[in-house]
Nanobody, 112 residues
Framework: QVQLVESGGGLVQAGGSLRLSCTAS????????MAWYRQAPGKERELVAVSSNDGTTYVAESLKGRFTISGDNAKNTLYLQMNTLKPEDTAMYYC??????WGQGTQVTVSS
């Protein structure tokens, strides 16, 4: 049974940083492409970043320079480092593994 558990969200002031974690079980993390998505109230879920099984990473163009995706194979954990946070980054952040496994989400709220 695949389980994805996110953590690390919270309330932070604009300009601050957070690191989100997604711990996976039931899958072999190192051979799986994993991704972070987010969904703000009233908006569609959007792709934030991807860590591919070939070692390459992708970050949405609008977030480049502020967000970084990485993983720790030994800990079966995916990370999302978010710096210089803005109020518009406020959203529920989800971890995703193919074909369609999702975590419960972790809330990020950025105050102005």
């Amino acid at each position: 049974q695949v389980q994805l558990v996110e953590s690390g969200g919270g309330l932070v002031q604009a300009g601050g940083s957070l690191r989100l974690s997604c711990t996976a079980s039931g899958i072999i993390f190192s051979i799986n492409t994993m991704a972070w998505y987010r969904q703000a109230p009233g908006k569609e879920r959007e792709l934030v970043a991807v860590s591919s099984n070939d070692g390459t990473t992708y970050v949405a163009e609008s977030l480049k320079g502020r967000f970084t995706i990485s993983g720790d194979n030994a800990k079966n954990t995916l990370y999302l480092q978010m710096n210089t946070l803005k109020p518009e980054d406020t959203a529920m952040y989800y971890c995703m593994a193919p074909p369609d496994y999702w975590g419960q989400g972790t809330q990020v709220t950025v105050s102005s």
